[in-house]
């Protein structure tokens, strides 16, 4: 069993910030493609941003310019630093690692942005 632990959530006001971060297994961290999710109540889970094991990014158009997503391999994290956040944003975010075709997915993190 894969375990991602997804953390830095919150409250914030529109055009704040925010760093959410999700700690993987090195062996998973290391060799596998990672991404951030989201789910709005009522809406579909949806892609954020994904990173592969060499580093290569992809992002989703309505995070482009705002949102970045890093590895830090010190700690064995994924990073989402997030600028500019919207009331749009407000979701609860989760953390992907997919394994050999299969999906392990964190908690999930939630994210308000309100004034």
């Known amino acids: 069993q894969v375990q991602l632990a997804e953390s830095g959530g919150g409250l914030v006001q529109p055009g704040g910030s925010l760093r959410l971060s999700c700690v993987a297994p090195?062996?998973?961290?290391?060799?596998?493609?990672m991404g951030w999710y989201r789910q709005a109540v009522g809406k579909q889970r949806e892609l954020v941003a994904f990173i592969t094991s060499g580093g290569i990014t992809n992002y989703a158009e309505a995070v482009k310019g705002r949102f970045t997503i890093s590895r830090d391999y010190t700690k064995n994290t994924v990073v989402l630093q997030m600028v500019s956040l919207k009331p749009e944003d407000t979701a609860v975010y989760y953390c992907k690692a997919e394994v050999l075709g299969y999906s392990y997915w964190g908690q999930g993190t939630p994210v308000t942005v309100s004034s």
């Open positions: 090195g062996s998973i961290f290391s060799n596998y493609p």
